[in-house]
């Protein structure tokens, strides 16, 4: 069964940080694009960041760049989120995704939901004093 497991979601002050992971089960992340979303209480999910399956591919919503760094390492079949100088507005349930890309764009990687095909469960972060 393929899976997708997130972790690392926690309670934080403002101005820390976290890292969370995606873990893959069941099948190798190695041809899939990653992406990260995150959903807020009475608010739609947004993206957050996504990275292409050789890395070479990265991109961040304008409120997380310079924060927050997505990385991958395919030897663990798992991707990361290191996220610095988080914010209240960071607060949210956070959501890995995964999609194998078209042969004819093999570095893609999308920062909107519509086409990813596998999804976590989520992980809450919750940035408060």
């Known amino acids: 069964q393929l899976q997708l497991v997130e972790s690392g979601g926690h309670l934080v002050q403002p101005g820390g940080s976290l890292r969370l992971s995606c873990a893959a089960s069941?099948?190798?992340?190695?041809?899939?694009?990653i992406g990260w979303f995150r959903q807020a209480p009475g608010r739609t999910r947004e993206q957050v960041s996504c990275?292409?399956?050789?890395?070479?591919?990265?991109k961040y919503a304008a409120a997380v760049s310079g924060r927050f760094t997505i990385s991958r390492y395919n030897a663990n079949n798992t991707v990361y989120l290191q996220m610095e100088n988080l914010k209240p507005a960071d607060t949210a349930v956070y959501y890995c995704a995964a999609i194998i890309p078209p042969p004819t764009v093999p570095n893609m990687c999308a920062l909107v939901p519509g086409p990813y095909e596998y999804w976590g469960q989520g992980t809450q972060v919750t940035v408060s004093s």
């Open positions: 069941g099948f190798s992340l190695d041809n899939y694009a």
């Open positions: 990275i292409s399956r050789s890395a070479g591919t990265r």
